[in-house]
C-alpha cells in the first residue's frame, strides 16, 4: 500500500475474500467469509465469483475501483480474473513483496494487480514491484523489473504462442468456440499457433502440493500471527480453537484443511524437503521444456470455463479444468484477458511465460486485448434461469 500511496494512487479500501484464501475447507466456498459474508458475480448475481481474490476482482469488474489488488498462491488471481471479466496479472513469485500479506505459502504467495485493461494492470505493477528487506524472496526484483505500462509497441507477430489442447468435452462447447475465435484473431495478427497435444501434467503434483502448502501454511501463519501487536489468535491452533466455538465460522463448513495443516510437520521434516524440491524441479521442468522444445514465447488456453452457481450445499468448484496449478507451482507469470462471453459468462484466456517474463507476457495480453476487444461491463443479472430470453450473445 505504501507504495501505491507514494505512486498517487487513492486507496479506497479493503475488500471481501474467501476466508483465509479458501485454505480452510474442502468444501469452502469462494467469495465467502465470516465478516463480510457472500460476494457475487456480478454478470450473474447466483454465480460465483471464484476465489480467493473475490472482493478485488468484482471490485474491479463492478466499476467500484479503478483497480485492485489481489494475492495468488494457486488461482486466486486468474479464476477471480476470468469468473469476473477483468485482466488479472500473476507476477514471478519474488517480483512483488509479501510483507504484511497474511500467508499461505512462501515459495508460491504473490499479489498481484486486478484491472479491466492489462494497461491498468501495468500501471499498478509499475508501482507494486521491486525489493523488499523484509521479504527475501524480492532480492533481485529491482534488478529485473522493468516499465510494464511501456506497451505502445506491443505487438503479436512472429510471437510464437503454445496452445495446451484440451481432451475433447473438458469445456463447453461455447467456451471451446471462444478458444477458436481467439486463435483466429492473433493468427489475424500474425501470431504463430503450435497446438501441443501430448502434454501431461505429472500425476504426483496433486499430492505434493498438498503436502508443501500444508507444512508452509502452519509455519508461515503462526510466525504471522505471533507477530500480530494485539491478537486472541497467535497461532493455527489458537485459529482452529476460535473457529470451534465461532458460530457464524462453522455455519457452512468446516476447517479440514486447517486441522490437516496443523498435523504436519515443520519445514525440516523430510516428507516436505522431498515434495518441494520435487514439485519445483516438474512444474518448472515441464513448463520450461516447452517453452525451449517448441521456443515459445507463451503458453496460452482458457483460463477456467465460465462461472458455476454459487451452492452451500455441494460446493462444485470451478467446473472445467484451469490453466493456474502449473504457473502457480512453478512461480511463472500468468495472465488472464477477457475473451468473449459463455451464456452470458465472461471466459478469459491466459498468457503463461517463463521466470521473469513478466513484460513480455504484459505485452502480449495488451496486443490480444487491442486487437479482440472482448471485454462488455457487466448486467447484474439475477440469474441466468430467471433472464431466459434476456438478450445476451452465445460467444464472444
Request: with cysteine; charged share 15%; hydrophobic share 45%.
Amino acid at each position: 500500500m505504501a507504495r501505491l500511496r507514494a505512486a498517487g494512487a487513492v486507496i479506497l479500501g479493503k475488500t471481501n475474500l474467501s476466508e483465509w484464501a479458501n485454505f480452510r475447507s474442502s468444501y469452502s466456498i469462494s467469495g465467502w467469509s465470516g465478516v463480510g459474508g457472500l460476494v457475487k458475480n456480478p454478470y450473474v448475481l447466483d454465480r460465483n465469483p471464484c476465489g480467493s481474490s473475490s472482493g478485488s476482482a468484482v471490485a474491479a469488474s463492478a466499476s467500484l475501483a479503478a483497480a485492485a489488488i489481489g494475492t495468488e498462491t494457486n488461482g486466486s488471481l486468474v479464476c477471480p480474473g476470468s469468473f469476473n471479466g477483468i485482466v488479472s496479472f500473476k507476477p514471478t513469485v519474488g517480483l512483488v513483496s509479501r510483507t504484511h500479506v497474511v500467508p499461505i505459502s512462501h515459495t508460491q504467495d504473490t499479489a498481484g494487480p486486478m484491472a479491466r485493461s492489462v494497461a491498468d494492470a501495468a500501471l499498478v505493477l509499475n508501482a507494486i514491484a521491486g525489493s523488499d528487506v523484509a521479504d527475501a524472496v524480492t532480492a533481485d526484483a529491482d534488478a529485473r523489473k522493468s516499465d510494464y505500462a511501456g506497451l505502445s509497441g506491443a505487438s503479436l507477430r512472429d510471437k510464437r504462442l503454445g496452445v495446451i489442447t484440451a481432451a475433447p468435452g473438458a469445456f463447453p462447447a461455447q467456451t471451446a468456440a471462444l478458444l477458436n475465435q481467439a486463435l483466429a484473431a492473433l493468427k489475424a495478427q500474425g501470431a504463430q499457433i503450435l497446438e501441443i497435444n501430448d502434454f501431461t501434467v505429472p500425476p504426483q503434483i496433486a499430492a505434493d502440493e498438498k503436502v508443501v502448502l500444508q507444512t508452509e501454511f502452519k509455519a508461515d501463519l503462526n510466525a504471522y500471527l505471533a507477530s500480530l501487536p494485539a491478537s486472541r489468535v497467535r497461532s493455527l491452533s489458537d485459529l482452529i480453537a476460535f473457529n470451534a466455538t465461532s458460530p457464524r465460522e462453522i455455519i457452512l463448513f468446516g476447517q479440514n484443511i486447517l486441522t490437516e495443516s496443523q498435523a504436519r510437520g515443520d519445514l525440516g521434516d523430510t516428507e516436505y524437503v522431498r515434495a518441494r524440491d520435487e514439485i519445483k524441479s516438474l512444474t518448472s521442468g515441464a513448463l520450461d521444456d516447452l517453452f525451449t522444445r517448441l521456443r515459445l514465447d507463451a503458453v496460452i488456453r482458457p483460463t477456467n470455463g465460465p462461472a458455476v452457481l454459487t451452492d452451500i450445499v455441494r460446493n462444485v468448484g470451478y467446473g472445467s479444468p484451469d490453466s493456474a496449478s502449473l504457473p502457480a507451482e512453478a512461480g511463472y507469470p500468468h495472465l488472464t484477458v477477457p475473451m468473449g462471453y459463455d451464456h452470458g459468462l465472461p471466459v478469459g484466456l491466459s498468457f503463461i511465460g517463463p521466470a521473469w517474463s513478466d513484460a513480455a507476457i504484459l505485452a502480449l495480453g495488451h496486443a490480444f486485448e487491442q486487437a479482440f476487444h472482448a471485454r462488455k461491463p457487466p448486467a447484474f443479472l439475477p440469474s441466468l434461469e430467471s433472464s431466459a430470453g434476456s438478450a445476451f450473445e452465445p460467444a464472444r
